[in-house]
């Protein structure tokens, strides 16, 4: 007898269940509008911004998310398609975007939409797929707010007293060596969050400063947490090789926007600049710890020893990288020009074997003299690197130029010898070693700077273990560049090497700037035209920043290029036909 009644109940229960999840289901249908004509009429919406297109696209998304987790997959694409089509697009939105932002930002948009898109075709989790929604609804919130003139928020993580603080209160400490003295702490970093506690004090200094008018105090002590601090500790190192040297780079100019709030800036605006700041550091911090932001462990904390190994073996494989592109780049050309004209190679080769390894020695000596002129770790190193790198911007513009002019060296060969005497070859071929011996000494000399702290304070096998391993994926990297060329048909490579070099000297130049930005030459702005550019490795490699005194010298780096390279390709096809007509006359 009870068995049937609970045999009843259950039955019951069931029923009651799938009524309720069908009323459900038939409650969200009614709530769900296709389109935003719809949506705008049913909620008696006249005057809209594109932010109340956000919110409406928002229910959109979550709608199709639900139908992904419930195993619909056609109803789920079917509202990413009217999200994108039918509110995006209708609203007017991507219009505007069109119109009054960068090309990028529609792309951006279009690219998110079609991951969600490829992830629910390839049959892809919930998780992957939510996640990919959230991307996309961050993506059209920061859009939306430029286009609206809404500042977005930026949240920030809560000052907290620590042992650090006790100590500030007595004493101002302008280096890590003068704080871990006073802290009883060893030299080296055991806890980064240990060096962001000390960092936080030299910014809540740099904040009171400021607020009593003293702001070449506050300057001074932003340059402090820089200088004195994050590059001293390691910390740049290791964000850049464990998190990503687009963040190192993105933390850097951080510094220089406190730095340039101090220049007539308001209070408000100077303190929210160095609470960005100090998010950023406590952030890196607890990333390198393994911690989450209440110290709780996230279980993706590595030991000491493997996150000096991961930064060593990042930071040489992104500098030594750069370098070996260039350097392999330009051997590949010599021996194509040798093979074509029937030459020993190895003749050309030697003056720019000879500028790389000069190149390397000379690293060596830089390092040694800045460390020996106390000049290591400051604002001199930087100019240093920033001053090499707009020479090596010059050099690579030229030799760029002069590849591309022989890009149809195989048409008129014989005119343009004619043209062209042995000098002008001898001094392309100067340019050649010299543009190796720059990119192997700009990148080899930061790279020693930024071993030393590592050797000096981390653990020295784990340091070399990843310097030797970054070495050998970038011989595997130059072995490849140096045989796959060859293969290559010779316009299409000198016109591809050519275009390398140039987009080399357009991130050399992006780079060296902001060098001479962190180095204190240039100060730096970052207006909402372009503050939207995000930070990544591929823009970190082009040396692309949100700042204007990168990019609007590299746009007219650009657009110089782009007209050198049309008169140089107008002038070979008029050569190569003059010497067609020549040949065909004799």
């Known amino acids: 007898m009870k068995t049937h009644l609970y045999r009843n109940l259950i039955v019951i229960f069931m029923i009651t269940a799938l009524f309720a999840s069908f009323c459900r289901i038939k409650a969200a249908a009614a709530d769900y509008y296709s389109s935003w004509d719809e949506y705008k009429a049913s909620e008696g919406i006249s005057d809209f911004t594109c932010n109340d297109v956000v919110d409406a696209i928002d229910n959109v998304l979550a709608v199709a998310v639900a139908d992904h987790k419930a195993g619909n997959n056609e109803d789920a694409l079917s509202k990413i398609s009217d999200a994108k089509n039918r509110y995006w697009g209708q609203s007017g939105f991507k219009i505007m975007m069109q119109k009054q932002l960068p090309s990028a930002g529609k792309k951006t948009i279009e690219s998110d939409f079609a991951d969600i898109n490829n992830l629910i075709k390839n049959g892809k989790g919930n998780d992957e797929v939510a996640t990919a929604v959230d991307v996309l609804s961050a993506d059209l919130r920061l859009y939306a707010n430029k286009l609206d003139g809404v500042e977005e928020e930026v949240e920030t993580i809560a000052e907290t007293d620590t042992q650090a603080t006790e100590l500030f209160n007595n004493n101002y400490y302008a280096t890590w060596e003068e704080y871990t003295q006073a802290a009883g702490l060893p030299v080296g970093v055991t806890k980064w969050n240990e060096v962001a506690d000390a960092m936080s004090e030299v910014f809540r200094t740099a904040k009171a400063k400021y607020a009593q008018g003293d702001a070449e105090g506050a300057y001074n002590c932003i340059n402090n947490g820089y200088y004195g601090y994050y590059e001293t500790t390691g910390f740049e190192r290791n964000a850049m090789g464990y998190i990503s040297g687009a963040r190192k780079s993105e933390v850097e100019l951080q510094f220089s926007a406190c730095k340039s709030a101090t220049k007539g800036g308001s209070t408000e605006e100077f303190n929210k600049e160095v609470d960005v700041l100090r998010t950023m550091i406590r952030t890196d911090a607890n990333k390198l710890d393994g911690v989450d932001e209440n110290g709780e462990a996230t279980g993706n ?133 010299f543009t190796a011996f720059l990119a192997v000494y700009r990148e080899g000399a930061e790279v020693i700077l930024f071993y030393q702290p590592l050797l000096a304070t981390g653990d020295k096998r784990s340091v070399w273990l990843g310097f030797v391993l970054g070495a050998v994926v970038l011989v595997f990297v130059y072995l490849a560049i140096r045989l796959l060329s060859v293969r290559l048909p010779l316009k299409p490579f000198f016109l591809a090497t050519s275009i390398l070099m140039a987009i080399m000297s357009i991130s050399f130049l992006g780079s060296g700037i902001k060098e001479l930005i962190e180095g204190d030459v240039i100060s730096m702005t970052s207006p909402t035209w372009v503050a939207w550019i995000p930070s990544n490795s591929l823009l970190e490699v082009l040396g692309i920043y949100p700042c204007v005194q990168t990019i609007v010298p590299q746009i007219i780096l650009t657009v110089i290029t782009v007209v050198t390279f049309v008169y140089w390709l107008k002038k070979n096809k008029r050569l190569a036909d003059e010497a067609r007509s020549a040949q065909a006359g004799s």
Do not use: H
């Open 301 to 433: 904390s590595r030991s000491a020893s493997m996150a000096t190994f991961i930064a060593c073996f990042g930071i040489i494989l992104r500098e030594g990288f750069e370098a070996i592109l260039v350097v392999g780049a330009i051997i590949a050309y010599l021996v194509k020009i040798s093979e074509k004209n029937g030459e020993n190679g190895r003749t050309k080769l030697r003056p720019v074997y000879v500028g790389a390894v000069l190149g390397i020695v000379l690293s060596f000596v830089s390092a040694w003299a800045l460390n020996a002129l106390k000049l290591a770790n400051s604002a001199s190193q930087e100019v240093i690197e920033g001053v090499t790198a707009l020479i090596a911007v010059v050099v690579l513009f030229y030799v760029s130029n002069w590849m591309v002019s022989k890009s149809e060296s195989e048409a008129w060969d014989a005119y343009i010898k004619s043209k062209v005497g042995e000098a002008s070859e001898r001094g392309s071929g100067v340019a050649l070693a």
